[in-house]
């Protein structure tokens, strides 16, 4: 009796090491295998928002592909803006927290079942795009609007008003050649009533020309206030349909996560059928879609949750200190060139990075988006495993129980798909087929045949 | 003898128990059962120790009840900020006492002392979906009517306030109603106003000092999540409401409350309910 019982505490705690040595960095990169579309979301903007105790930093990409002249933007802030606290940054820097963060595919190869179990992974990501919220128009003066202030910053002139009355505030914007969706007065009253100011800016066409670029950098703007939110409201009003939205926050506690909508995890870990890999893109629209609407619509989503110091496995490589400072991340050393690496090390930042994805209109996204930065400090990400089955020759019993086990991990794989981005599951059998994943089941040998081998076997 | 019904602990340990299973259930919440655990154990061990201390019977019902709460309510990565938050919340009801009563909610004074000590644990206010918030009305609900004897006027008048000076904000700013509903049908401030500060230890025993506390709590949250913009502006409020209970109190003494005991009723809410049975028990213990 006692000699069971000691059998079993040892069974016990060996079952605990296990779970400990696993539960711990199984860390290996794959390699980049391929790139998705990167425009995948139409009407999709890019934010990174840098976030410590009070102060904010918002990065603001801008992917307008119209006249430049015809280019306007109306965005809510909480303070009058000095000019040192707006800037003009790069494109790459946004593209490159996005590339960083994106969800990722896995590649796996089922090694000879009569060898010992080998992995390789390599990995490739979708990367979505971006549309800012526009308001056209051009300028003119007063209506008890104060122009508190006036810039003009890289390719950007720059207005901060702020007003007594919405009715003053749009009819001002509408003499001065602003196009206001309908609601508008509403909402701006609403923001003007909570003591907001407007920012508002417009293409100075010299200037943009002296840059020489063919597009318009990211505008970001820095400043102290306790509210840690994004306006999203003006953007519902003149959008048709719904809008696409990825936040980045940078903070140093933790995860961020919104208090006043849900902040759901995009399901992950989930093996896929191989045919997915030149299909990537499609998949990840098509799963956030359904995703969207299983949770009744109402739900932002989390992609990304990681330290930057690392990543595993990595979709790019983590963003420089030049980079985090560059969008605001001010506790950094920066000036240190060099790609940081990918596995964890001496933490050198105490950065970390979420990013949130929101699929939202005026209906079910009725208010801006409240967030909030928590001690979480879990790692998580949007991964999806591809599993190639073994194609060799094998002869053994285990290979034999292994062939006989891939029809239902197949229609496992399929399954999952089916469930994730609500595809037809015939259609996707049919795919699978063709890419090599047969349902069928492999022949067995006669009982007979197993007993007493065959002429290669020994008997 | 009691009925098994009369205490309306049992009650709110089964309901807390449902919602706990139903939100781990819907992947709602992400709850370690180890933690679970640690939190159970630290609370009861917790109790056992302080009943020892003052030498009386320790009953884990109460233990068990903020044990259910911090879990439902507080998050963190690792089992010490709960098992921290657990030992406060039960070492605070016999340190911190005052006119004979505990001064603080016990899971809301573990809660506030954890989110603002600590960067280790945080609540979680916007996670609770519409199932489950339906759910915890449900729940509320139900132990307003098995318990209308007891002193469940509180969350009445704690939401009712609430629900004015959101609609009243909305109606100011002229936002569409669907934002102050929004705000409304948030799970953790459904469990907040049934489960927590309507725990009849902490509240004023008379009636006019409760509903003057359950409306004070609602307009201190309202300002100090409109105003201060902070995201845990309602426990916060509690926790400071709960400072200045005793000038209530002073205000409007009455007899202290025992579990299963009825309790007084401000007016208003005499009429839509009924005065009730005798006390369960002849004499209150203290």
């Given amino acids: ?459 | 003898m009691k009925g098994f019904f009369d205490d309306p602990r049992l009650y709110q340990i089964l309901t807390l128990s449902g919602l706990l299973a139903f939100g781990w259930a819907a992947r709602a919440f992400n709850i370690n059962p180890v933690h679970f655990g640690a939190v159970i154990l630290t609370a009861c061990v917790a109790q056992a120790l302080g009943s020892f201390m003052i030498a009386t019977k320790p009953d884990l019902k109460s233990p068990l009840i903020t044990a259910l709460s911090l879990t439902l309510l507080l998050r963190a990565d690792s089992a010490w900020p709960l098992m921290a938050a657990a030992a406060i919340a039960i070492g605070s009801k016999f340190m911190l006492r005052l006119n004979g009563k505990h001064i603080f909610n016990p899971a809301n004074i573990g809660i506030v002392a954890m989110v603002v000590m600590t960067d280790a644990a945080w609540t979680t206010p916007g996670q609770w979906g519409t199932a489950i918030w339906f759910a915890a009305l449900l729940a509320g609900a139900g132990l307003f009517v098995t318990y209308r004897a007891a002193r469940f006027d509180v969350p009445l008048i704690f939401l009712g306030s609430y629900a004015i000076l959101l609609f009243g904000r909305a109606i100011w700013l002229g936002d569409p109603l669907a934002i102050p509903m929004l705000r409304l049908e948030n799970g953790a401030l459904i469990l907040f106003a049934f489960f927590m500060i309507s725990d009849p230890k902490t509240t004023p025993d008379g009636a006019a000092a409760r509903a003057a506390f359950a409306g004070g709590a609602a307009l201190l949250a309202y300002f100090l999540t409109f105003h201060f913009y902070l995201a845990d502006g309602l426990f916060y409020a509690l926790a400071i409401i709960s400072m200045i209970r005793p000038l209530f109190e002073w205000f409007n003494p009455a007899q202290h409350y025992q579990w299963g005991d009825p309790v007084t009723r401000p007016k208003i809410l005499r009429r839509f309910m009924p005065p009730v049975k005798t006390p369960a028990h002849a004499a209150p213990a203290e």
């Avoid at chain 1, 009796?1 to 059998?7: D, G, V, Y």
């Avoid at chain 1, 990174?48 to 002249?69: H, P, S, W």
């Avoid at chain 1, 930057?308 to 790019?316: E, I, K, L």
Wanted: aromatic share 10%.
């Fill in chain 1, 1 to 459: 009796m006692n000699r069971s019982l000691k059998k079993t505490l040892f069974a016990a705690a060996s079952a605990i090491a296990a779970i400990t040595v696993t539960g711990g960095a199984v860390a290996f990169c794959g390699f980049y295998v391929a790139k998705a579309d990167t425009k995948l979301f139409n009407k999709a903007s890019k934010v990174a928002i840098m976030r410590d105790e009070d102060r904010t930093v918002i990065t603001m990409a801008n992917d307008f592909q119209g006249d430049l002249a015809e280019f306007a933007m109306v965005i809510p802030v909480p303070v009058v803006l000095e000019e040192e606290q707006i800037h003009v940054t790069e494109n790459a820097i946004l593209d490159h927290l996005d590339a960083y963060t994106s969800p990722r595919l896995v590649e796996y190869f089922d090694e000879d079942p009569c060898v010992m179990y080998e992995r390789r992974e390599m990995m490739a990501m979708a990367a979505p795009a971006m549309d800012e919220v526009t308001v056209t128009g051009s300028k003119k003066d007063s209506l008890g609007v104060t122009i508190e202030a006036q810039y003009t910053v890289g390719e950007y002139d720059i207005l901060i008003l702020s007003a007594e009355q919405s009715d003053g505030l749009s009819t001002w914007l509408k003499q001065n050649g602003y196009k206001l969706p309908d609601g508008a007065e509403e909402t701006l009253g609403s923001y003007i009533k909570q003591g907001t100011k407007f920012f508002v800016a417009k293409v100075n066409l010299e200037e943009q020309a002296q840059t020489n670029l063919k597009y318009l950098r990211p505008l970001q703007i820095a400043f102290e206030s306790p509210k840690f939110m994004l306006p999203i409201r003006l953007g519902t009003l003149n959008a048709d349909g719904k809008q696409e939205l990825f936040v980045f926050t940078l903070t140093r506690k933790g995860r961020v996560e919104t208090t006043n909508y849900r902040t759901v995890k995009l399901p992950s870990n989930m093996d896929v059928p191989v045919y997915i890999k030149s299909q990537f893109g499609d998949f990840y629209k098509s799963m956030f879609e359904q995703q969207v609407v299983k949770e009744n619509e109402r739900a932002v989503f989390l992609e990304y949750a990681w330290d930057m110091n690392w990543c595993d496995p990595c979709a790019a490589d983590p963003l420089s200190q030049n980079e985090l400072r560059e969008l605001g991340v001010y506790w950094t050393g920066g000036d240190q060139p060099g790609i940081l690496p990918r596995r964890p090390t001496p933490p050198a930042q105490d950065v970390f990075v979420t990013r949130l994805h929101v699929s939202y209109d005026a209906a079910h996204f009725p208010e801006d988006l409240m967030f909030k930065e928590t001690g979480d400090r879990s790692n998580f990400q949007g991964r999806y495993v591809l599993r190639h089955p073994y194609k060799g020759d094998a002869k053994c019993d285990a290979a034999e129980n292994y062939r006989a086990e891939l029809p239902k991990r197949f229609e496992k794989e399929a399954q999952a798909l089916a469930n994730l981005t609500g595809w037809d599951i015939d259609d996707i059998r049919e795919k699978m087929n063709d890419a090599g994943q047969s349902f069928e089941e492999p022949k067995k040998d006669s009982w007979w045949k197993r007993l007493w081998g065959t002429d290669d076997k020994e008997g």
